[in-house]
């Protein structure tokens, strides 16, 4: 469903994706690990074509997104959720979900304001809430239900883990496994394998920008020393 | 009592305008970041397309229909602004997008002195409510009456669109992170264009609606835009009820101004907008304006290298130019330059605090003009000599930035440029109106030189002097330890505190010095020319300062010089033509469009680019940047 070929990117004069190539099957969560520093975040980013790839090709469904401007990447059905989460902080949790709304799309599962308040219960309560009043947990729900408002097909989340409680992180793998469940496709960036092993089909693993692993979680799984080279405990 | 309440009824029917002029301002700042300095503009157009329309169209239907219709076709003329001057900027550098809306504000004045002509034009009566209703005995005309009760409902209408419809939701969040709403598939562009639109035709509205009372003349652009301007600030970028308040404030306030204190109504509002500032450093409903926030777009600085020999050389080669000039130029040459040299002086002032400073003023002109006050001052009441008062003039100007800059350094951003402006304005309108001392309009005459100095050439050879010594000082400055200290509170204030810098005291220091150099500049000015107006401290003369800081390239340390070299230089050839403005506003916008890293910036690219050297990195951020 997505493939990324070859991609090179640049912060400045900093070359931070190397031939960066993977792909991510429809229907499957796949995880993008890798340390702290290692390219995660700019592979997300680099997708989304909110930082663009000096070279290499992104397909999506079958089209070369790269050079394409972010909205029109999320109006064919990916969505992005960021690693800082980015909640419209003056706006209240209703507000921010208007922001995602995107007409249903074929082939992706159709969102309600109502269907989202059921799978993540906490922010019903706080509809009319400002996103700045929410605790970290509640702001990583919001931004993910806001993605999910524009129905997407294909859905990025970077480190939706991070920051956030134990329970929360419990909370964020069911959501993820009905996610896929639904028939949306998952590529999930993390630091660690914790949270992948209970989510993940597929592992994409990253070092400085380079590939260095791409195989199933089992595979992975079984070579444990792949883990401990490249991952952090 | 009676006299009371009428005031008050006759603040809040001014009020009406200058809160949907300012409103349409907020809001386009709100999302895109741009202070539109043509918002004046705007307005003016929509006074003019009104009479137009009201002319054409008679009776009830058409006086309401014409204001309307001149709000439309204002929000249509936004659009084309819009899309042809600053979609191709916004990836510019911050406030860049300041010069392209200065071109447009020429293009503007010189479009409606060719349509309308210069007389200022009288607004027609609204049909019906010709009188003046008696409240508690006080006549009050019937057309304030129906602003007053309009105004809210507009307001309200306004307030509506912002919180309870999608398009309102999708302006409060792009505000916050335009990126992110373009990473959930809206189309910024067109929210950009669409924010812009009902920006200028709330200008437009304004414009129209104030006809009965105003009219329209070709000077309506300037005049609001300082008002506009404070009433922002005081309201707190990006607030509707704060522009609401803050309209009734300096509306109301203006009318017992003109009552009891009329010398000093421009002062008054400039008091009122420093002391809020005080007490409230981002206006009333303002929210704190946070640097580097998501969304905003820049690109690394590049480092500031010493020029290399070969720089150095061509430098030197240039001086010897123009230090033989006398020889081959003829008197007009001669004073030609020496205004470009001034020029040239200011504008690096200017450039020292802003590029290197990062500290963007909106207002460089008080010290310019008030060094060359200053001067002049001294000379008409104490009869100080020539030089004496040469020498006083940058310390007088240093004097002012002193105070302001303590008061402005609260500050940072937007209000910072806004606060800077208005203390500019409160001392033009101390010029302006304290007629006793300073001369008013009539400004002050017969300031000349000592009689050694009393000829072109060795005039021209003193300010040659004083411009490239203050010029190359402030170059050495850059490249001393409080450049390095100045820079580093410029990228991040906190860590250059974290390692001991005490950013607030550089800062205060370097807007001293910048205004002492800007005094300086005006003293060569005022002796140069033998007078000084109050319109050397006009909002004009910093914008003409910002312009070609801005033109020269703010990140290049010859920035400054060449865009003064070069807007002098143009200026001078182009002011021989009538519709003169016009001619420079194209080109200023025209050098916006093809070069938005200002003249230098990016012949500078453009050498790096094809000249030797060029790397993958290199095509990365090129092609990041188209």
Redesign the interface.
Known sequence: MLEVEGV???Y??A?VLRDLSFEAPRGHVVALLGRNGAGKSTTMKSI?Q???P?SGRIVFQGTDIVGL???????MGLG?V?EDR?V????TVS??L?????PPRDGAPTWTEDMLFDLFPNLAERRGNRGKALSGGEQQMLTIA??LM?NPSFILLDEPSEGVAPVIVEQMAQVIAQLKSEGLTVLLSEQNLHFAQAVADLVVIIESGVQVYHGTLADLQAHPEIRDAYLAA | MEFFVAQILTGLANASSLFLVACGLSLIFGVTRIVNFAHGSLYMLGAYIGLTLMEALPGHFGFWGSILLAGIAVGLIGVVIEMLVLRPVYRAPELFQLVATFGVILVIQDLALLIWGPEDQLGPRAPGLRGVFRIMGEPIPKYDIVLLIITPFIALALWWMMTRTRLGVLVRAATQDREMVGALGVNQAWLFTGVFALGSALAGLGGALQLPKGGADLLMDFTILTPVFVVVVIGGMGSLPGAYLAAIIISVLNVFGVTYIPQSTLVLMFIVMIVVLMIRPYGLFGREEVAGEHGQVGEPEEPIKPASAKVRAIVAAGLAMLALLPLYGGNFALVLTTDILIFCLFAASLHFLLGLGGMVSFGHAAYYGGGAYVAALLVTWTETPMELAFLLAPLGAGLIAIVVGWVCLRLTGVYFAMLTLAFAQLLWSLVWQWQEVTGGDDGQVNIWPADWLNDNTVYFYFALIFSVGGILTLRHLAHSPFGYALRAARDSKRQAEATGIDTRRVQLLAFTFAGFMGGLAGALFVFSKGSVFPNELEIVRSFDALIVVFLGGVKTLAGGVVGAGFFKGVEDVLTRFEYWRLVMGLLIIFVVVVAPEGIVGSLRRAWRRFGPGHSQADTATEERRT
């Not at chain 1, 401007?69 to 109006?75: E, F």
């Not at chain 1, 419209?88 to 706006?91: G, I, K, Q, R, S």
């Open positions: 090179n990117s640049f400045g004069k070359h989304m909110l930082v663009r000096a401007p972010a909205h029109k990447v999320a109006k992005y960021p980015r419209f902080t003056d706006l507000e921010n208007l922001v995602g709304r995107q806001r993605t524009g």
